[in-house]
C-alpha cells in the first residue's frame, strides 16, 4: 500500500531537490577535467562516464526517499517500480556542453504521478541556479547572487517583435533530418521575433523562460527526461506549454511529445504555435516519403 506522503508534492519535491544537490556538488568537482567521450545515436549524441554516475547518485537519493518508484533515466532507461510517482531524470542535460567546458549543462528531474506533472527541478551547478516547482506551490529560483529564493511568475507584456526565443533547432542532426523545409520554418520564425539562442541545453531553455529571463523556447526532438522538470516550472510560473507529436516521441501524454513550446507570463508570441503546426506538416510529408 503507498503512503499517501509519497503522493504528496511537497514531499516528492524535496526528494528531488537532494538529488540535484547531489549531482550538482558531483558535476562541480569533475567540470572541466579531462573526461573520454563516448557516442550513443550517432556523432551527435554525446555521453560521458559522468553522465552514468550522476544518473545513479540520483536514483539512489530517490528511491531512498520512496523506494518503489519508477524511475525514467536517459542513460539506464525504465527501472521499474510499483509506486505511482514516476521521475524522468536527465543527469546531465546539455552533455556536449559540459564535456567540452561550458557553463551551461544542468541537471533535470520531472515528476509525475498518476499521468500528470507535479513536480520539477533544474540544477545548473556552474551557473549558480536551482530552479524548482510543485503543483500549487508556486515555481522558485536559488541564485548565487541573492540571498533568498525568489517566487518566479511576474507577467512582462511583449510582444513576438521584442521577444527572446531559446531554442537547439536546426541542430547538426536536424540538418539532416528536417531537410530544408524544416530549416525554412525556423527561418521564418527567427525572422518575426528579436532573437534566437541556442543555449545547448533545453532543461536551461525552459527554465529561463519560466524565470521571465527568456520570453520563449521550443524544440523538436525532446525526451521527457529533457523537458518535465521545466515544464512544470513554466506552468507553475503561470506560463504557457505547447505541444505536438512531429515525427513520434516517447508517448502518448502532451509532455511526452517531442514537439513542444514554452511562452514566458504576459508574452504574446504566435510564431510558436504556428511554427509546430507547420513543422507538423513537414513531417507528415517526410514520413510520407
Known amino acids: 500500500m503507498t503512503d499517501i506522503r509519497d503522493t504528496d508534492p511537497k514531499v516528492i ?3 528531488m531537490r537532494e538529488a540535484g544537490d547531489k549531482v550538482a556538488e558531483y558535476l562541480r568537482r569533475v567540470a572541466r577535467t579531462p573526461t573520454d567521450r563516448d557516442f550513443k545515436r550517432d556523432r551527435f549524441d554525446v555521453v560521458t562516464e559522468h553522465d552514468r554516475q550522476c544518473e545513479e547518485i540520483a536514483v539512489d537519493v530517490l528511491r531512498r526517499a520512496i523506494p518503489d518508484c519508477r524511475i525514467v533515466g536517459e542513460e539506464k532507461g525504465e527501472r521499474p517500480g510499483d509506486s505511482p510517482v514516476t521521475f524522468y531524470v536527465d543527469p546531465i ?11 551551461t549543462f544542468a541537471f533535470s528531474v520531472g515528476a509525475e504521478v498518476d499521468g500528470e506533472l507535479i513536480a520539477g527541478v533544474v540544477n545548473a551547478p556552474l551557473l549558480g541556479h536551482e530552479f524548482y516547482a510543485a503543483k500549487g506551490h508556486g515555481s522558485w529560483v536559488t541564485s548565487f547572487d541573492r540571498e533568498e529564493p525568489i517566487r518566479l ?19 547538426a542532426r536536424d540538418r539532416h533530418t528536417w531537410g530544408p523545409e524544416g530549416l525554412a520554418v525556423a527561418a521564418k520564425l527567427a525572422t518575426g521575433v ?23 523556447a521550443y524544440g523538436v526532438g525532446a525526451n521527457p527526461w529533457d523537458t518535465a522538470g521545466g515544464i512544470v516550472l513554466v506552468m507553475e510560473a503561470g506560463g504557457q506549454f505547447l505541444h505536438s507529436p512531429l515525427r513520434g516521441g516517447y508517448g502518448d501524454l502532451p509532455w511526452q511529445q517531442p514537439g513542444y513550446g514554452v511562452i514566458a507570463p504576459g508574452r504574446t508570441i504566435p510564431q510558436i504555435g504556428l511554427a509546430l503546426e507547420e513543422l507538423e506538416g513537414v513531417a507528415g510529408r517526410l514520413d510520407a516519403t
Open 153 to 171: 511568475g511576474e507577467p512582462i507584456e511583449r510582444t513576438a517583435s521584442e521577444s527572446l526565443v531559446l531554442t537547439g533547432f536546426p541542430s
Open 194 to 216: 528579436l532573437g534566437v539562442r541556442n543555449l545547448g541545453s533545453a532543461a536551461i531553455d525552459i527554465a529561463c523562460v519560466a524565470a521571465g529571463w527568456a520570453d520563449a
Open 13 to 15: 519535491l524535496s526528494a
Open 93 to 103: 542535460d546539455g552533455t556536449a556542453n559540459f564535456a567540452a567546458g561550458m557553463p
